[in-house]
C-alpha cells in the first residue's frame, strides 16, 4: 500500500536505529501516550533495536483501557435492556466491567453488534425505528469527529431512536498528569500522531516549556517511530525541550479545523476518571447541552450502576508507566488474554495484552516468573 | 381443533419456491426434493439406489495395508454464497482436505441439511448443484445423505453436515513425532484469502480485483507432494483461527519451537489492505483451500517443486523452520529485524479501532 | 484510536447533505466520509479513521520524509569513509 509499505523498510529501520545508537550517550525515558504506538512497537519489536540507554515507557495511550468501569457497566446495563441494540467498536467487546463484558451479555440474549463506524449505528437506527439504537463513543480525539458528526447528523435527520454513550479522553491533560504524578520518570514524549492530524500541534508548546520536555509528534510505521524516537534523542542530548513534527506529511500545526469546529459545537469538557489512574480535570468530553437528548446516560438513567475492580489489578500503574506489565505478580497467571482483571490485558494495544501477545516474559527485575504458568496453548 | 403439524401436500414440488415443513417429513414432499433438488446434483449409482444405507465395497482399496480415515465437519457459514464459492464447496472441500491432511484420497461423502422453512428452494437447488459438481472435482462421490426442516426462525437459512471416507494408502507415516529440529515449515499459497472474501461481504468492502475465497480439494496436491517426499512429517489445514492456530498446534503436539519469517509470509496486496482497514491480523484469518506441511530439511526443495507445479500450490513457500529452542511456542521475525511470539488466537478475531 | 489507513479519493458524492467518496486502499474500496476534508479532490490520498477521513497526506512532505532515510543512508556512509581515512592516516577533507 502506497504511504504504509515505504515506512517499513528493513534496511532503513537499521540505519535509523545505528543512528539513536550513535547519539545516545546517557539513559533517557521516553513515553508514547497512544496504544496504536504501543501495538506498532511491540508487534514490530522496534524497541528491540534501540540501545540500552533509550527506554520506552508505554503511557495511557490506549482508551479502551481507561475507559472508567462505571462506563463499562453502564454500557452492560444499557445493552441487556430489551428493544436495545448496542452498538459498540470490536476493541471494546472484551474489556471487563464489574462481573460482565460485552461479549457474555450478547451471549446472554442481549443485542450486541460491532460496528467499523459510528455512521453504520446511524443506518441501524434509520433501519429499525422500533428499537433504541445506542453507540459506545470512546476514543481520544482521533475518534471524536467521528462520533461528533454521527450525533449531529442524527439531529439533522430528526432521529429520535439513536443515542450515544460518550467517554471520549483528551491526550495533552494525561500528558500533564503524567509529569505531574510522583515518581514520574519521563524525559520526553512522542505526540500520538493522528490525534495531532485532528487537533494540530498548538496544544503542546505549553507543556513542553512547562515541564521541560520534548515532545515530538510520531506516526506508526517502523520508520516514523524510529525517526520520532531519533529526533527525540537529538533534543534530550541537545538539551533542548521543543515540539517537533515528525509525522508532518499527515499533520499540521493548526489540525483539522472544519473537525475541531464540529467538536466544539458538539462536546463539552468534563472531568474524567481514568481507569486505574484516578480523576484527571478537564480530561474529557460529554455531549454538549445542545445534544443533551442524544445522551445515552440521560436516555437510560443509569447514573446509579456502581463498579468494582480486581483488588489484584495494578492496571493503573501499567498505565502510569510505573510498572512493566511482566512485573505486576498476576500477569499470565490470574491474569490473561482469557481472563483478564483489567482492560490493559484485554485491549489489543494494552500494555500487558502486547508484552503477552508478543512474548515478554522474562521481567527484568528478580522474582518474575521467566514464563507465565498459563503459557499460550490450545 | 384440527391439527396440521406433519400434514404433507400431495401437489409437485414446483408448486412450492419455498422449503415447508413437509420437506422434512420423510414422505411424497421429501422425496420429491431428493428426487429434483439432490439427485441432479449428486446422482452416481451407489445413491441413486436411495437405500436407507449405503454398503461400499473397499477390500481392494484396503488391501496390502491400506487403511481408512474419516472425518466429519458442520458447515454454518454466513453468507451462504460469496465471491469464490458458496457453503455447498466448502462442505465438500472443508471434509475432503480434512482426509487429505492424514494422506487419505476420499472415497465417499454423505450429506446432511438442516433447512429453514422458508428457504427458497431454488437456493437450495444451487447449492446442491454446487457440491455436485465439486464433489466431482474432488474425485468423490456423495452416497448417502438426509434432510430435516426446522421451523422458521429456527435456522440460519441452511446448515450442511458432510462426513468423509477416505483411504490412507499403506507405509504412510504422518504424524507430530516426526517431526525435527531444522524441519522446513512450508505454505501452499497466500493466507488469509477465504476469510477475508467472507469479511468483505459483511463489511460492504468492495475490491478492484476481487478477494475470492481459495476453497479448493487439496487431495490431488498431497498426492504431488507425498509422491516426492513419503517423509513428510504432517499436514495441516489452516481453516477457523487461521495460520497461527495451526502453527501453534503443531508447535504444541511436537514439543519443538517453530521460527517464521514475517518477510516471507504469503499474503495477496488486497488481502494485506482489506486487513490493515479492519486492523485484523492475516495469521489469524481462515483459509478453506491452503495447507501447511512441515517437511524433512533435505526435501523441501524439491516439495517446492512438486507443489508449483500443481494448480493448488503455485504460490507455495516455505515460511519458516522447525527449532529446538522455545518449545511449544510459535515465534515470528519480523520484517524490520525484531521478534515476537505469534499466540494461539484467543477466538473469532474483532474488527478493531485502535 | 489510531488505526487510520492511507487511501486514494476515487470518486466524491453529496449524500443528503454530507459529502461522500469511494477511497481505495491498495486495490480494497470503501465508502468514506469526506465531511472533514472540504477540499479534497480526486486523486488525492487521505488518511481514513472509522470511516472518515481525517487528513489529506502531503504528498511533498512525504518525499522530503523518505529523501531524510535515504540522506541518513549517505551520511552513515560518509562518516564511515572519513572514519577509515582517519585511521589511514589521511587528512580530513
Redesign the interface.
Known amino acids: 500500500m502506497k504511504h504504509l509499505a515505504e515506512y517499513r523498510d528493513a534496511d532503513t529501520a537499521h540505519r535509523l536505529a545505528a543512528e539513536i545508537r550513535r547519539i545516545a550517550t546517557r539513559p533517557w525515558a521516553i513515553m508514547e501516550v497512544c496504544g496504536g504506538q504501543t501495538h506498532s512497537i511491540i508487534r514490530n519489536g522496534v524497541d528491540q533495536l534501540l540501545p540500552p540507554e533509550v527506554e520506552l515507557i508505554h503511557g495511557p495511550g490506549c482508551p479502551v483501557c481507561v475507559t472508567p468501569l462505571e462506563t463499562i457497566d453502564r454500557a452492560l446495563a444499557i445493552a441487556a435492556r430489551p428493544g436495545v441494540i448496542f452498538c459498540s467498536f470490536g476493541d471494546m467487546l472484551r474489556v471487563p466491567g464489574s462481573r460482565d463484558n460485552l461479549f457474555a451479555v450478547k451471549a446472554a440474549g442481549a443485542d450486541v453488534r460491532v460496528v467499523y463506524s459510528p455512521l453504520d449505528a446511524v443506518k441501524l437506527a434509520h433501519a429499525h425505528p422500533d428499537r433504541e439504537v445506542v453507540f459506545l463513543a470512546i476514543g481520544f480525539e482521533t475518534t471524536a469527529p467521528a462520533n461528533a458528526l454521527a450525533v449531529k447528523l442524527a439531529q439533522q435527520q430528526g432521529l429520535r431512536n439513536f443515542s450515544m454513550l460518550v467517554s471520549h479522553v483528551l491526550v495533552p491533560p494525561a500528558i500533564e498528569a503524567i509529569m505531574r504524578s510522583p515518581g514520574n520518570r519521563v524525559n520526553a514524549f512522542l505526540a500520538a500522531g493522528h490525534v495531532c492530524s485532528v487537533m494540530g500541534t498548538w496544544q503542546y508548546p505549553p507543556l513542553a516549556e512547562r515541564f521541560g520536555v520534548p515532545i515530538v509528534v510520531t506516526g506508526f510505521e517502523p520508520l516514523d517511530l524510529l525517526e520520532g524516537i531519533r529526533r527525540t534523542v537529538v533534543q534530550l542530548e541537545q538539551g533542548r525541550h521543543e515540539v517537533e513534527n515528525a509525522y508532518a506529511r499527515v499533520v499540521s500545526q493548526r489540525g483539522n479545523e472544519a473537525a475541531q469546529a464540529v467538536l466544539g459545537e458538539v462536546f463539552a469538557p468534563v472531568d474524567r476518571a481514568w481507569r486505574g489512574i484516578g480523576v484527571i480535570p478537564a480530561s474529557g468530553w460529554r455531549l454538549a447541552d445542545a445534544y443533551r437528548d442524544f445522551d445515552a446516560e440521560i436516555r437510560f438513567d443509569v447514573s446509579g450502576v456502581t463498579a468494582a475492580e480486581s483488588p489484584l489489578c495494578r492496571s493503573g500503574e501499567v498505565l502510569r508507566g510505573t510498572l512493566k506489565p511482566n512485573q505486576c505478580p498476576a500477569f499470565g497467571t490470574e491474569c490473561t488474554p482469557r481472563t483478564p482483571l483489567g482492560a490493559t490485558m484485554v485491549s489489543s494495544e494494552g500494555a500487558c495484552a502486547a508484552y503477552y501477545h508478543f512474548g515478554r516474559f522474562a521481567a527484568p527485575a528478580a522474582g518474575a516468573a521467566a514464563f507465565p504458568q498459563d503459557s499460550p496453548r490450545p | 381443533m384440527i391439527d396440521i403439524t406433519g400434514f404433507a401436500c400431495p401437489a409437485p414440488l414446483r408448486d412450492y419456491p419455498h422449503v415447508v415443513m413437509g420437506h422434512g417429513g420423510g414422505g411424497a414432499l421429501s422425496r420429491d426434493l431428493i428426487e429434483h433438488v439432490f439427485l441432479p446434483a449428486f446422482s452416481n449409482p451407489l445413491l441413486d439406489g436411495l437405500g436407507d444405507s449405503t454398503v461400499l465395497d473397499l477390500a481392494a482399496d484396503l488391501a496390502g495395508g491400506g487403511r481408512l480415515a474419516i472425518s466429519t465437519d458442520s458447515y454454518v457459514v454466513r453468507p451462504l454464497f460469496f465471491p469464490g464459492g458458496s457453503i455447498g464447496d466448502l462442505a465438500v472441500n472443508g471434509t475432503v482436505n480434512d482426509l487429505a491432511m492424514s494422506g487419505a484420497r476420499p472415497c465417499a461423502l454423505t450429506a446432511g441439511f438442516i433447512v429453514e422453512e422458508g428457504f427458497p428452494l431454488g437456493e437450495l437447488a444451487e447449492i446442491a448443484r454446487l457440491m455436485g459438481r465439486a464433489a466431482a472435482a474432488a474425485g468423490v462421490r456423495i452416497v448417502t445423505g438426509d434432510t430435516k426442516v426446522v421451523e422458521r426462525g429456527h435456522g440460519d437459512g441452511v446448515y450442511i453436515n458432510t462426513a468423509g471416507l477416505g483411504i490412507v494408502p499403506p507405509g504412510l507415516g504422518l504424524g507430530a513425532e516426526a517431526i525435527r529440529g531444522g524441519d522446513a515449515v512450508i505454505a501452499s499459497g497466500t493466507l488469509g484469502d477465504h476469510g477475508m472474501a467472507i469479511m468483505s461481504v459483511r463489511e460492504g468492502l468492495a475490491f478492484e480485483a476481487e478477494i475470492a475465497s481459495d476453497t479448493a480439494p487439496l487431495y490431488g496436491l498431497v498426492a504431488a507432494m507425498l509422491a516426492t517426499c513419503p517423509a513428510i512429517r504432517l499436514l495441516r489445514d489452516p481453516t477457523r483461527g487461521g495460520v497461527a492456530t495451526s502453527l501453534n498446534e503443531i508447535a504444541t503436539l511436537g514439543g519443538v519451537g517453530l521460527e517464521i519469517e514475517e518477510r516471507a509470509i504469503p499474503v495477496r496486496p488486497a488481502v494485506a489492505a482489506a486487513c490493515e482497514i479492519l486492523g485484523l491480523d492475516p495469521l489469524q484469518v481462515a483459509n478453506e483451500g491452503k495447507l501447511l506441511a512441515i517437511v524433512p530439511a533435505e526435501a523441501a526443495a524439491a516439495v517446492l517443486a512438486a507443489m508449483r507445479a500443481h494448480v493448488h500450490g503455485r504460490d507455495a513457500v516455505a515460511i519458516g523452520r522447525v527449532v529446538d529452542r522455545h518449545p511449544r511456542m510459535v515465534v515470528m521475525r519480523t520484517a524490520i529485524g525484531g521478534t515476537r511470539v505469534i499466540p494461539m488466537p484467543l477466538g473469532e478475531q474483532l474488527p478493531r479501532i485502535c | 484510536?489510531?488505526?487510520?489507513?492511507?487511501g486514494?479519493v476515487e470518486s466524491i458524492r453529496e449524500e443528503?447533505?454530507?459529502r461522500m467518496g469511494r477511497v481505495?486502499?491498495?486495490?480494497?474500496?470503501?465508502?468514506v466520509?469526506l465531511?472533514?476534508?472540504?477540499d479534497v479532490a480526486v486523486g488525492d490520498?487521505t488518511?481514513?479513521?472509522?470511516?472518515?477521513a481525517?487528513?489529506k497526506?502531503?504528498?511533498a512532505?512525504?518525499r522530503?520524509?523518505?529523501q531524510?532515510?535515504a540522506d541518513?543512508?549517505l551520511l552513515?556512509e560518509g562518516l564511515a569513509e572519513l572514519r577509515e581515512g582517519e585511521a589511514a592516516g589521511e587528512p580530513a577533507p
Not at chain 3, 484510536?1 to 492511507?6: G, I, R
Open positions: 484510536m489510531c488505526l487510520a489507513v492511507p486514494r443528503q447533505g454530507t481505495n486502499f491498495g486495490g480494497v474500496v470503501k465508502d466520509c465531511a472533514y476534508l472540504p490520498y488518511i481514513v479513521h472509522v470511516g472518515f481525517i487528513s497526506i502531503d504528498e512532505s512525504a522530503a520524509t523518505l531524510t532515510f541518513l543512508g552513515e
